[in-house]
């Protein structure tokens, strides 16, 4: 388990590695069923995807967060590039000859959210010429996506969290995290323990409004609750991100699991509270 003491708040040293896309939401009164048209009553587009929207989350609670991933080299992949530094990231981006990523996202009247990606997922690789010596430093690092060698750099972090849904990756590295986090609900994301050759130290798995569950290699078991969304509920894009986001700042740290749930809650339902992933998101305000 990671350690009991960790940092002080407001040092804390963090980095994502991870993947961006570029987002265009749309507010529709319902998703459309097949054949059918929506018209949305609202629309933006800003860079997200997990390693983005948790790495803003980070940045927001330790005051910088480093972003290690990959662009296109076209105009969107320089747009995101520019609004991603402007919300607070150091985007170290190694630029593809290729195009960044896309998604489509509606959200219907409850808040819920429906994503349709475009284009393959662009990613770092270890052997990019990017700053890993940084990751030798961190506190906490989160990884959403890269290859073998990245996950080998983010494992020379203190601590390392890594999504579920990149467990094949993580395999392929054969490095063990301090912490596996993923939607109990998402198929992709979906992890059996009884298979892996090794037990993560926490794994987590979240349940929307359910709240969630946690085990330890230590055997130990349990439940945390979700939190109340506070005031107009915005959408649910980005909550888990987020929610990791949290979680991997909160383990960093050094805080008991419990408390980091709860906090890492906190997070997911503050993002849920706003328009898109960034406006509801904690700040260090909020600590």
Same mark, same amino acid.
């Given at each position: 388990m990671v350690p009991r003491t960790g940092c002080q708040t407001g040092s804390m040293r963090v980095a994502v590695v991870g993947h961006v896309e570029w987002v265009s939401f749309g507010s529709v009164d319902r998703i459309p069923g097949p054949g059918e048209i929506a018209h949305a009553t609202d629309d933006w587009e800003e860079p997200a995807g997990g390693g983005a929207v948790a790495a803003v989350q980070l940045a927001k609670l330790a005051g910088e967060c480093g972003l290690f991933t990959a662009l296109g #080299?076209?105009?969107?992949?320089l747009r995101a590039r520019e609004e991603l530094t402007d919300l607070g990231l150091e985007v170290h981006a190694e630029s593809r000859e290729d195009r960044t990523r896309r998604a489509l996202t509606l959200v219907d009247p409850a808040g819920e959210r429906t994503i349709t990606t475009l284009g393959h997922r662009l990613q770092a690789s270890g052997g990019d010429p990017l700053p890993w010596e940084r990751l030798e430093e961190a506190d906490a690092v989160y990884v959403t996506a890269g290859d073998a060698d990245a996950f080998r750099f983010a494992r020379r972090a203190r601590v390392m969290v890594v999504t579920t849904r990149v467990l094949e990756e993580l395999l392929d590295a054969d490095v063990v995290p301090d912490a596996l986090v993923?939607?109990?609900? #998402?198929?992709?994301e979906h992890v059996d323990v009884e298979v892996l050759e090794w037990r993560p130290p926490l794994l987590v798995l979240t349940e929307g409004r359910s709240g969630g569950r946690f085990e330890t290699s230590s055997g130990e078991t349990g439940r945390f609750k979700?939190?109340?969304?506070?005031?107009?509920a915005g959408d649910a894009y980005g909550a888990g991100d987020s929610f990791a986001g949290g979680l991997t700042y909160a383990l960093g740290m050094g805080w008991e699991v419990d408390q980091a749930l709860e906090f890492a809650a906190r997070c997911g339902a503050a993002?849920?509270?706003g328009r898109g992933p960034y406006a509801g998101q904690l700040g260090a305000t909020d600590l």
């Open positions: #080299d076209d105009e969107i992949g993923g939607s109990a609900g #998402d198929p992709a979700a939190v109340e969304v506070r005031g107009l993002c849920a509270s």
